[in-house]
């Protein structure tokens, strides 16, 4: 079974592949059970250490999921990545494929502009 957050995990972990140099954001617990680097396919990254903390602006994966609704929040995750939704809670890219719920959770999370937008959005719904 693939990993699955709880509601109040952060994806908080960078990780990199030696062989491509690309760096990505992963659950603390997800760090035993890497693959393969998703852009070239080499043998397990490395842990290079947390995402900087004290922004105050994360968002955990339960809170993520209850903005769902949000037509805003569709608009970014379309905008920033590129993906739409499928109804459901699911995702497509533009090759049609489904990305979990998870990797666009931390996709925005990793990104400060994108963490902060939705940062707001949630703020402006706990109101
Ligand atoms: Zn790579």
């Known amino acids: 079974m693939p990993f699955q957050p709880l509601p109040e995990d952060q994806p908080s972990c960078t990780v990199a592949c030696s062989a491509c140099g690309h760096r990505w954001l992963v659950y603390e617990q997800q760090l035993g059970l890497l693959g393969s680097c998703p852009v070239c396919g080499a043998a397990r990254p490395r842990y290079m250490g947390s995402v900087a903390p004290g922004s105050g602006r994360q968002v955990s994966f339960g809170r993520f ?4 609704d949000e037509p805003r929040l569709l608009t970014l995750i379309g905008q920033a990545l590129g993906l739409r939704p499928l109804g459901g809670e699911r995702f497509a890219d ?7 719920l998870e990797d666009v959770h931390f996709a925005l999370q990793g990104n400060a502009g994108w963490q902060g937008q939705v940062y707001n959005l949630h703020m402006s719904r706990a109101r």
Do not use: H, Y
């Not at 533009?94 to 979990?100: D, I, L, S």
């Open 65 to 68: 999921r209850a903005l769902l």
């Open 94 to 100: 533009a090759q049609g494929r489904e990305v979990p």
